[in-house]
């Protein structure tokens, strides 16, 4: 009797995953678009170099020059 429980439980557990993995993929399907290929075609339009922005560490101007702008350590307390 304990045993036909014990199958008839596990039975109903997989039956239920079973149908919660189906009701997600529908869901999915559902909810998401399809996927489509962009295709990405260049500007004709030269970017004259003034205009370019880049980022850097290294200071450019003052008595600092040419030296990194941000400490070796996460924090200055780590200093001696």
Known sequence: MIKSMLV???FALNICSLISVLIFAVDVIKWH???KRVKIT???QSVPPEKIVTESEVTEVGDDDGKY???AFLGSGLQS
Do not use: V
């Open 8 to 10: 008839l439980l596990i």
């Open 33 to 35: 678009d399809k996927e």
């Open 42 to 44: 260049p500007s004709k």
């Open 69 to 71: 702008n941000t400490s």
